[in-house]
DNA sequence: AACCGAATCAACCGCGTCTAT
DNA sequence: TATAGACGCGGTTGATTCGGT
């Protein structure tokens, strides 16, 4: 699909739209193999590419980079959006910085696709204070637990260890972030009683690159829910669908009932 | 097998902020 | 200091896939 661009200076160049190719990929991932990224609306005139930077940047960022984590969100990581969701509302990029692999498009997709869509079903408005009260007082207790069951038997893909935290991240000390150099399988949020206090314990954001990227998207973009694509072997692969979705039936009477007996 | 609504997610858009001149 | 262009964020859209009938 290719659209002429509203600018007349842009209009002497077609500028492609929608989704990217296999030969766009290559180039862009090429092009910033040699020169780096950054600059993008020069990188993408100079690469021979008829995107707009914008939509290089958007490409590189969310789907090109070596160290984007594709696949499910674990329970961890529900628990670590639902907790910094709760804290900073709809500040996706920064959510995102504590969340490895991640990116901001992909937070926020889930918030909408997941989350919001069962604030819907238990009739709650998703700014509600019910619905953050039931988040947190019901929603991310109960996850704990299923974290703490599932860490007794299996081994979940592993947010990075915190040796220190970075001073020049304010928002640290805003919240009183408490460095751990636990491993993740509940540490990096407190315990039920904490989920109110200041005392959290966040991963570091991820501004370096994942030491383990995962494969090489070419080889690796099995629709999220298509387990049998998942290699066993490779740390980023979700354990099982069933571990992996908290949104199941149990939870979702569970949560109901609460929020129409006791709210 | 075909249809259709729901769910998902990649990509785009608008706008505010930052930076260079 | 003013201005233009670049950048990045959050909201939204639309194509594709999934799942139920």
Redesign the pocket.
Known sequence: ?I?GSSNQKEEDVEV?????TVDEDLTLINYIATHGE??????ARSAGLK?????C???W???LRPDVR?G?ITLQEQLLILDLHSR?????????QYLPGR????I???W???VQ?HAK?LKCDVNSKQFKDTMRYLWMPRLRERIQASSSINHFPQTPEIHNINPATPSHSSFGIIASTSHSHLSPISNFSDSCSAHTTLPLPHNNPNPNPPHHYYSQ?P????QSHWDPNNPYSPQSAAEDNF?NLENMLFLHHHLTHNM
């Open positions: 699909m659209e492609r739209r929608g989704p990217w950054g600059r993008w609306n020069s990188l995107r707009t930077g914008k939509s940047r958007l490409r960022l969310n789907y594709r499910n900073w509302g709809n500040r996706w990029s920064k959510i995102a990116t901001d498009n992909e926020k997709n889930y909408r696709t997941r869509k079903q973009t629709h999220v829910d298509d949104w």
